[in-house]
């Protein structure tokens, strides 16, 4: 596949923004039903969205991660369910692209492949003859009734020598799906759990996590696969949080003029100075967010160009960066939704969804705001970081 087939990351955006319809439609049937629409994830798939990440070999776009931020930002403004799943889709694949180009070529086989995956190592790998035997449960799994293929943590314990985390790559089909997801927030992602029952995987498709972990396990060409796992995983997130704080922007701001104060003298909520203060203060943060995302996404585009090795504070800024787009989209989102009114507890009212979609990802392990910004004060403090996701 030549370049000149790769679309621009403009027309990737323009395409996804006039999804945004579509998507919107699907919006409360997600809810009600804890997954991602079928006519959703289509799609997404004919804007190519599942391509992005998948190599340009097999017909994807090797696409930068300011384009993943971009893409997801019009994606989340539209649904926030919608735009986890893709941006989930995203990270795994980026990781599948670790793996040897004869594994590759299994995965990448299927048009639109969709990969989820996990970095929690719930499960326990036994080494036996041509790979590994896995047991164990993975939660949280974004994406799953979508996808071919899921990514896996598993600590090995070898015959010799101190158990250690291997990542691993598992057809969906050898995998028990639990359908356990019934949440307050991101309820459209279908984020069920998966369990894997005495399943065998072939040494070929079985990397050491930390060699992925530090950017050392790439078989694929491109640069862009050739970084450190988390500031990449960081990246391929934060478009998300954009998008849902812009999108709340959107309902409020939409429903503003015909809105009363009741029991005040304000026919038209627009005209209340307090009003002002929260659509400004929300605003400000809401571009802080983006800020950040731009300054992460930059960040990733320019080591993976350059080459150069990543700098131990570099990570932790990357951490750093995710952080604060979660913490900044919140309080943009909290303002709007706290000043949208008793009516806006109806099921029918975006707003609602967004809050508790975005209250969800505050409590996520990776992305928690105060785990992240605590991350980067200690290396900052000369520390060493406390974690291996960095």
Same mark, same amino acid.
């Given at each position: 596949?030549?370049?000149?087939?790769?679309?621009?990351?403009?027309?990737?955006?323009?395409?996804?923004?006039? /999804?945004?319809?579509?998507?919107?439609?699907?919006?409360?049937?997600?809810?009600?039903?804890?997954?991602?629409?079928?006519?959703?994830?289509?799609?997404?798939?004919?804007?190519?969205?599942?391509?992005?990440?998948? *190599?340009?070999?097999?017909?994807?776009?090797?696409?930068?991660?300011?384009?993943?931020?971009?893409?997801?930002?019009?994606?989340?403004?539209?649904?926030?369910?919608?735009?986890?799943?893709?941006?989930?889709?995203?990270? *795994?694949?980026?990781?599948?692209?670790?793996?040897?180009?004869?594994?590759?070529?299994?995965?990448?086989?299927?048009? =639109?492949?969709?990969?989820?995956?996990? /970095?929690?190592?719930?499960?326990?790998?036994?080494?036996?003859?041509?790979?590994?035997?896995?047991?164990?449960?993975?939660?949280?799994?974004?994406?799953?009734?979508?996808?071919?293929?899921?990514?896996?943590?598993?600590?090995?314990?070898?015959?010799? !020598?101190?158990?250690?985390?291997?990542?691993?790559?598992?057809?969906?089909?050898?995998?028990?799906?639990? =359908?356990?997801?019934?949440?307050?927030?991101?309820?459209?992602?279908?984020?069920?759990?998966?369990?894997?029952?005495?399943?065998?995987?072939?040494?070929?498709?079985?990397?050491?996590?930390?060699?992925?972990?530090?950017?050392?396990?790439?078989?694929?060409?491109?640069?862009?696969?050739?970084?450190?796992?988390?500031?990449?995983?960081?990246?391929?997130?934060?478009?998300?949080?954009? !998008?849902?704080?812009? !999108?709340?922007?959107?309902?409020?701001?939409?429903? /503003?003029?015909?809105?009363?104060?009741?029991?005040?003298?304000?026919?038209?909520?627009?005209?209340?100075?307090?009003?002002?203060?929260?659509?400004?203060?929300?605003?400000?943060?809401?571009?802080?967010?983006?800020?950040?995302?731009?300054?992460?996404?930059? /960040?990733? =585009?320019?080591?993976?160009?350059?080459?150069?090795?990543?700098?131990?504070?570099?990570?932790?800024?990357?951490?750093?960066?995710?952080?604060?787009?979660?913490?900044?989209?919140?309080?943009?989102?909290?303002?709007?939704?706290?000043?949208?009114?008793?009516?806006?507890?109806?099921?029918?009212?975006?707003?609602?969804?967004?809050?508790?979609?975005?209250?969800?990802?505050?409590?996520?392990?990776?992305?928690?705001?105060?785990?992240?910004?605590?991350?980067?004060?200690?290396?900052?403090?000369?520390?060493?970081?406390?974690?291996?996701?960095?």
């Amino acid at each position: 596949m030549s370049s000149t087939d790769v679309p621009t990351r403009e027309e990737l955006v323009r395409r996804v923004a006039e /999804l945004a319809p579509a998507l919107k439609k699907h919006s409360n049937w997600q809810e009600q039903n804890r997954r991602v629409h079928e006519e959703s994830i289509e799609a997404l798939a004919d804007a190519g969205v599942f391509k992005l990440r998948r *190599p340009k070999r097999y017909g994807g776009y090797e696409a930068d991660t300011r384009t993943l931020v971009d893409v997801a930002t019009e994606i989340g403004r539209a649904d926030g369910s919608t735009s986890w799943v893709a941006s989930v889709y995203w990270i *795994p694949t980026w990781m599948a692209c670790q793996f040897s180009e004869a594994v590759q070529d299994e995965v990448f086989a299927t048009p =639109d492949v969709r990969v989820c995956g996990t /970095l929690s190592p719930t499960a326990m790998a036994a080494p036996v003859d041509g790979g590994v035997v896995v047991n164990g449960k993975w939660g949280f799994i974004s994406g799953a009734l979508h996808a071919q293929w899921q990514e896996i943590i598993a600590i090995l314990v070898p015959p010799e !020598g101190e158990p250690y985390p291997i990542m691993a790559l598992v057809p969906i089909s050898d995998l028990l799906i639990v =359908d356990d997801w019934d949440t307050s927030g991101l309820r459209g992602t279908g984020s069920v759990s998966t369990v894997a029952q005495d399943v065998f995987i072939p040494a070929e498709r079985v990397l050491p996590l930390p060699a992925v972990l530090e950017g050392q396990g790439a078989a694929a060409s491109a640069s862009i696969y050739r970084a450190p796992l988390l500031p990449v995983a960081s990246a391929s997130s934060v478009g998300t949080l954009v !998008g849902m704080a812009k !999108g709340a922007q959107d309902t409020f701001l939409k429903r /503003l003029p015909d809105r009363k104060i009741t029991y005040t003298a304000y026919d038209s909520q627009r005209e209340a100075p307090i009003t002002h203060h929260q659509v400004a203060e929300s605003a400000l943060k809401i571009d802080e967010a983006e800020f950040h995302a731009h300054r992460l996404s930059t /960040l990733v =585009d320019r080591k993976t160009t350059d080459g150069t090795p990543w700098k131990l504070e570099e990570r932790a800024i990357a951490r750093a960066d995710l952080g604060a787009v979660v913490r900044l989209a919140k309080e943009g989102i909290d303002i709007l939704a706290g000043a949208s009114g008793g009516s806006s507890v109806y099921q029918g009212i975006p707003i609602q969804r967004i809050a508790r979609d975005v209250a969800a990802v505050n409590l996520h392990a990776l992305m928690h705001p105060n785990t992240n910004t605590e991350l980067y004060g200690r290396v900052l403090c000369g520390l060493e970081p406390n974690t291996l996701y960095i």
